[in-house]
């Protein structure tokens, strides 16, 4: 089955920086990576996410990019804010199964 | 804005106690999601509906846990006997179908500690 690493596990970064988090995927047939954000004792709620048929992907201060090939993703956040501070998951989706695998997740503390 | 509805928020019980999680998923949506979330780990799923059949429960453990979705609405989830590693969050997410149907809207989860 698929299998998804993230990383960094935490990530500290001043307001107004950037922060970048990493997930790899095994699956070759994944064609759907969905980030979640989830705020201590709150349910996921998803921020953003990519088809396999894109590359890049921008929303406001949060973008996503895929390289298929490589097998990997990345979540930029640029300009950083306080309230950006969470814990931040991508997923992975095999057409099909419509099934969500997930990684261990990344804390991220943005210090004011 | 829809959102995932669950009840209730907070379950705390005894081990060996029967447990009851309900979960109304966003109107009109015929995929429903239960994933189970252990402290500091992604969420892991346990049963996938499609309107009131079970898609996919390979990994429920179905010697204590059962789901059901009588209506093809809203679900329930049941833990019986609860055992103490049971203690986690437990989601329920829903799907919109057609071209979407794998982008997932997850409510606000029900922690459970079993003492």
């Known amino acids: 089955g698929e299998n998804v690493e993230q990383h960094p596990s935490t990530l500290s970064v001043q307001e107004g920086d950037s922060a970048v988090i990493k997930c790899t995927y095994s699956?070759?047939?994944?064609?759907?990576f969905p980030w979640y954000k989830q705020e201590l004792g709150k349910g996921p709620q998803l921020i953003i996410d990519?088809?396999?048929?894109?590359g890049e992907k921008k929303d406001q201060r949060i973008a996503v990019t895929l390289n298929k090939t490589a097998k990997h993703f990345s979540l930029h956040i640029t300009e950083t804010q306080p309230e950006d501070s969470a814990v931040y998951f991508c997923?992975?989706?095999?057409?099909?199964?419509?099934?969500?695998?997930f990684g261990k997740g990344t804390k991220l503390s943005v210090i004011p | 804005e829809a959102e995932v509805a669950q009840s209730p928020r907070y379950k705390i019980t005894e081990k060996s106690q029967a447990v009851a999680f309900w979960c109304d998923p966003i109107?009109?949506?015929?995929?429903l999601y239960w994933y189970r979330q252990i402290l500091g780990q992604g969420p892991e799923l346990l049963v996938q509906?499609?309107?009131?059949?079970?898609?996919?429960d390979s990994q429920l453990p179905k010697d204590r846990f059962s789901a059901e979705r009588l209506k093809g609405v809203d679900s329930t989830l049941k833990i019986q006997p609860a055992e103490l590693g049971d203690s986690a969050m437990y989601l329920c997410?829903?799907?919109?179908?057609?071209?979407?149907?794998?982008?997932?809207?997850f409510g606000p989860g029900t922690r459970l500690t079993v003492l």
């Open positions: 997410a829903s799907s919109p179908g057609g071209q979407y149907t794998d982008t997932q809207y």
């Open positions: 699956d070759s047939a994944s064609n759907y």
């Open positions: 990519i088809r396999s048929n894109v």
């Open positions: 997923a992975a989706s095999t057409a099909g199964s419509y099934q969500l695998t």
């Open positions: 109107s009109g949506h015929a995929t």
């Open positions: 509906f499609q309107d009131e059949s079970v898609v996919d």
